[in-house]
C-alpha cells in the first residue's frame, strides 16, 4: 500500500462521523453513534483477496449500528480509486454479491474516484445476456469535479482533504515546486481560518502532505509560514507547530530509507531495460519525482516495454 493510500485509509477511520456527514449525509439520522463502528477490513481482504494488489487503490467494509430496528446492522464500502481501471463497475459488484453472501446484510456502496481522467466515472455494472440482466448501481464522488468555492463554505475536515487530492490531481505533470508549495501552505491556511480542532490539524496536515509533496529544501521555510499564520491568526492555544515538527522527523526517516532503497534498485532495473537513454531520463527527471510515484513504477516496471511508455506511466512530458 502507497503513501496516499495509507493516507486515505487512516483520515478514513479517524474522522468517521466526518466522512458519513461528507459523502452520505443521508445516513447521518440514522446511525447510533453510541455503537462504535466496526472495521472489517481483514475480513473483507479474506473474501476478496485480489483488493491487496497494486496501489492506488483502498478497500474499507465498515459495519455501523443504525436505528432503525429491521436493519441495526449494515455495511458501508468503500473505494478509494486513484487510477482508472476497466470493468471497475464489475469489481464493485463482485465485492457487493461478495459481502451480501458472506453476512447477508443492508449494503450501502460508495467509491471516490481520484483519477486525472475528467470524463471517467462509472456508476454501475449491467450484465445482459439473452434476457438474463442485471443492473448494480452505486455511488460516486469524482475528486476531479469538487467544486472549492461551493466546499469552502463547509467545515468538515474532508474538504481540505478533497482539496488536497484535487490539487495533486492538477498539479500531477507540474514539476514548478514553487507553485505546489503556494497550494499547500493556502490549503494549510484554510485550516486555521476556519478554526480546526488541534488534532484535526494535525491529522489534515500529515494527509496534506503526503498528497502535495515538499521537498526537504522547503520543509524549514513551511515550518515557519505555519508559525507565522499561528501569529496572525492569534491562535496559540493550537499551536500544533512542534508536533507537525516530530511526525515530520520521524516520517521522513522512514521515507528516505524506503527511498533510497527504491531508487537505487529502479536506476539499475531502468538501465537493463532502455540502457542510456534510460538512466539519463532517470537522473534527470524519475529520481526527483514524488516517492508515490516511484512506488506506482516500481509495480509496474515490468509491464512497461518503452520510453515513451515509462513516461506516460509517470505523467512526465
Known amino acids: 500500500m502507497g503513501l496516499r493510500d495509507t493516507a486515505w485509509k487512516e483520515i478514513i477511520e479517524e474522522f468517521f462521523p466526518q466522512f458519513i456527514e461528507f459523502f452520505l449525509p443521508d445516513l447521518k439520522e440514522i446511525v447510533d453513534w453510541n455503537r462504535?463502528?466496526?472495521?472489517?477490513?481483514?475480513?473483507?481482504?479474506?473474501i476478496f483477496p485480489e483488493s491487496k494488489q497494486g496501489k492506488g487503490i483502498v478497500d474499507k467494509l465498515i459495519e455501523i449500528h443504525t436505528k432503525k430496528e429491521k436493519n441495526p446492522w449494515i455495511?458501508?464500502?468503500?473505494?478509494?480509486?486513484?487510477?482508472?481501471?476497466?470493468?471497475?463497475?464489475k469489481r464493485m459488484f463482485k465485492y457487493f454479491y461478495?459481502?451480501?453472501?458472506?453476512?447477508?446484510k443492508k449494503i450501502v456502496a460508495?467509491?471516490?474516484?481520484?483519477?486525472?481522467?475528467?470524463?471517467?466515472?462509472?456508476?454501475?455494472?449491467?450484465?445482459?445476456?439473452?434476457?438474463?440482466?442485471?443492473?448494480?448501481?452505486?455511488?460516486?464522488?469524482?475528486?476531479?469535479?469538487?467544486?472549492?468555492?461551493?466546499?469552502l463554505n463547509i467545515k468538515n475536515v474532508f474538504v481540505p482533504a478533497i482539496l488536497s487530492a484535487k490539487y495533486a490531481i492538477l498539479l500531477e505533470k507540474d514539476l514548478d515546486k514553487e507553485k505546489v508549495y503556494n497550494f499547500k501552505i493556502n490549503l494549510i491556511r484554510k485550516l486555521y481560518e476556519k478554526k480546526y480542532?488541534?488534532?484535526?490539524?494535525i491529522n489534515l496536515f500529515k494527509f496534506i502532505?503526503?498528497?502535495?509533496?515538499?521537498?526537504?529544501?522547503?520543509?524549514?521555510?513551511?515550518?515557519?509560514?505555519?508559525?507565522?499564520?499561528?501569529?496572525?491568526?492569534?491562535?496559540?492555544y493550537l499551536s500544533p507547530t512542534e508536533e507537525l515538527i516530530r511526525e515530520e522527523g520521524l516520517r521522513e526517516?522512514?521515507?528516505?530509507?524506503l527511498r533510497e532503497g527504491i531508487e537505487k534498485g529502479l536506476r539499475i532495473a531502468i538501465e537493463i531495460k532502455f540502457g542510456e537513454e534510460g538512466v539519463t531520463l532517470f537522473d534527470k527527471e524519475i529520481k526527483n519525482l514524488p516517492l508515490e510515484k516511484l512506488e506506482i513504477l516500481k509495480d509496474n516496471l515490468k509491464r512497461v516495454n518503452s520510453i515513451d511508455e515509462l513516461r506516460n506511466l509517470l505523467g512526465l512530458e
Open 253 to 257: 526517516g522512514i521515507e528516505k530509507g
Open 110 to 151: 460508495i467509491a471516490i474516484l481520484g483519477d486525472r481522467h475528467k470524463d471517467w466515472n462509472p456508476k454501475k455494472y449491467v450484465y445482459d445476456f439473452y434476457k438474463t440482466e442485471l443492473i448494480y448501481k452505486y455511488r460516486t464522488y469524482k475528486i476531479l469535479d469538487a467544486n472549492e468555492e461551493e466546499l
Open 197 to 201: 480542532k488541534k488534532e484535526e490539524i
Open 75 to 89: 455495511f458501508i464500502h468503500i473505494e478509494i480509486q486513484n487510477q482508472k481501471q476497466e470493468q471497475f463497475g
Open 36 to 46: 462504535k463502528p466496526i472495521s472489517r477490513e481483514q475480513e473483507l481482504q479474506s
Open 209 to 236: 502532505d503526503i498528497l502535495l509533496y515538499t521537498p526537504p529544501e522547503m520543509k524549514e521555510r513551511l515550518i515557519s509560514d505555519i508559525k507565522k499564520i499561528e501569529e496572525v491568526k492569534n491562535m496559540p
Open 98 to 104: 461478495r459481502i451480501l453472501d458472506r453476512y447477508d
